[in-house]
């Protein structure tokens, strides 16, 4: 059986301090040292993998992968479609010193600017194209390569970062409504008001993950409640009391909500959990 080569592509390019290869028929195993160099993968069709210590990161088509740490190996595919593109580690993390505390980044290549990416680091890699291309004019756009690049790495840095954001604005909103909770007058109006922002803002901070924002206030009304109920500590309490300590207006509405979050009215579960002999 012949033997197949190693590190099979059917296109290869090399300018300046860039490789680009395409590997159109799947590739063989390759270990990555990043201390010098780094290398994209930008896959195509199909997928791969990448591997370093006890993980494995799956690179879906039309995505882009960069690992950025610990020596890592890009395994056999058989079948599989992707560019790799090579450069050194100054070029890129001098630009953007936040990848220095990431461990890799991965991006979409399905839209700009990441498509772009692609499409000029496919181009760039067809020899057969550039006969009557002037070097000066494939060096710049080698250059114009690295600046895709650049940008497109921070546009995902800019995601994660709105994401992280929001992330800890939540938090926030999160922590004042549970320290005001027996507030009957606590609402997405009075949140805002004090987070001074919007109530647009504030639910787009809040998402969707726990319902609407009146609707997780209310839950958090009775799950403090039901605890206050069930508590020994707080039997002497009456369960109307316990309503208001916890935003509710009256008695007969926090009864009634109650019952419609968990099918018993509150004194009939107080009852339950502590009878009286």
Request: aromatic letters at 6%; a neutral charge; one cysteine or more.
């Amino acid at each position: 059986m012949k033997k197949r080569p190693s590190f099979r592509h059917s296109a290869h390019r090399v300018i300046g301090d860039l490789t680009i290869t395409e590997h159109a028929d799947g590739h063989d195993e390759m270990h990555f040292n990043h201390a010098t160099r780094l290398s994209i993968v930008l896959q195509i069709e199909h997928s791969s993998h990448i591997a370093w210590d006890d993980a494995v990161e799956d690179i879906d088509a039309l995505r882009g992968f960069m690992p950025l740490h610990d020596r890592g190996r890009w395994l056999e595919r058989e079948k599989s479609h992707a560019m790799r593109i090579e450069i050194s580690r100054h070029a890129v993390v001098h630009r953007i010193p936040a990848l220095e505390k990431m461990s890799h980044i991965s991006f979409s290549t399905s839209s700009i600017p990441g498509s772009l990416l692609l499409v000029t680091a496919r181009h760039l890699c067809q020899e057969e194209h550039d006969e009557n291309v002037h070097p000066a004019t494939i060096r710049r756009m080698s250059s114009h390569l690295v600046d895709l690049l650049d940008t497109t790495l921070r546009a995902n840095l800019a995601s994660e970062d709105v994401a992280d954001r929001r992330a800890l604005q939540r938090m926030s909103v999160r922590d004042y409504i549970e320290a005001n909770i027996s507030d009957c007058e606590l609402s997405p109006q009075t949140i805002a008001k004090h987070f001074d922002i919007s109530q647009r803002n504030l639910y787009q901070i809040f998402g969707h993950a726990d319902g609407t924002l009146g609707n997780w206030i209310l839950r958090r009304r009775l799950e403090r409640a039901r605890q206050a109920i069930t508590d020994p500590a707080q039997q002497h309490l009456p369960v109307g009391e316990i309503g208001k300590r916890y935003g509710f207006r009256s008695a007969a509405h926090f009864s009634r909500r109650f019952r419609e979050a968990f099918s018993i009215p509150p004194g009939e579960l107080r009852q339950k959990i502590h009878p009286v002999h």
